[in-house]
């Protein structure tokens, strides 16, 4: 088929917009710039891109974008009581993809998304126990106890209980720790601090399993298709024994 057919068919553009669009370089055909809008593509093994974006995404096995949620953006498709995180994805993928747990509004950090339900629900299931780890600010000081508190786990209200943390002081700063936890109940780590009788000024994911904000050298609102390798690594991602 002929690639400006097939972006098409795609949904991507008229006949005339694909064409523009190769021509100012934004479509990859096999990680090269496309430079012929009548070049023969097989849709089911070539792998075509449109500014950075799978032009058939379900024809990608484990597809996944990572993402630096910025602070101000829900993980909603509809605009509630932010602005929803999707309008950060490529347009093309913002229907198909869903996020790989959440973040609150004002939480930054590492977000992940798919359109691979399998790996969805691997990653997200409770009996997986995958690592998150977390740079927490606070209003006060955090001590020894409270870390050994966060380590063995705290009464987070409601009947529930946090599963053992991994808890780090900050060296330089004695209102910020690292946790990382291995499940996902609702704002749990602000309500983990809470059970401290402190209160969360600010929270930053850095990690999600195998994957780092730093490994994948993201900045703030940026975002990309990782590689096989990468999903790969994310798939291998140790689970905590508990």
């Not at 409770?126 to 020894?144: A, F, G, L, M």
């Amino acid at each position: 088929m002929r690639l400006d057919k097939f972006l098409c068919d795609n949904h991507i553009g008229s006949r005339s917009e694909v064409k523009t669009l190769i021509k100012k370089g934004l479509i990859t055909v096999n990680n090269q710039v496309a430079k012929d809008p009548g070049m023969n593509i097989d849709g089911s093994k070539d792998s075509v891109f449109y500014k950075g974006a799978p032009v058939q995404s379900e024809a990608i096995d484990s597809c996944v974008y990572a993402l630096y949620k910025p602070t101000g953006y829900v993980c909603s498709k509809e605009e509630k009581d932010g602005i929803p995180v999707f309008e950060l994805l490529p347009e093309n993928i913002r229907e198909s993809f869903s996020s790989i747990g959440r973040l609150d509004k004002d939480t930054t950090g590492l977000l992940l998304f798919t359109n691979d339900g399998e790996l969805l629900h691997l990653l997200i299931s409770p009996r997986r126990h995958v690592d998150k780890t977390y740079i927490v600010s606070c209003e006060k000081e955090i001590t020894e106890e409270d870390c050994v508190k966060l380590s063995d786990g705290v009464n987070l209200g409601d009947g529930e209980v946090s599963l053992p943390a991994k808890c780090e002081l900050n060296q330089a700063n004695s209102k910020v720790i690292s946790i990382t936890i291995h499940e996902g109940k609702y704002h749990q780590i602000k309500r983990m601090m809470k059970a401290t009788c402190n209160k969360v000024t600010a929270l930053h994911r850095i990690s999600f399993g195998n994957l780092s904000i730093e490994s994948l050298s993201l900045k703030e609102k940026e975002g990309r298709f990782l590689n096989e390798s990468e999903i790969e690594l994310l798939k291998s991602s140790p689970e905590r024994k508990v």
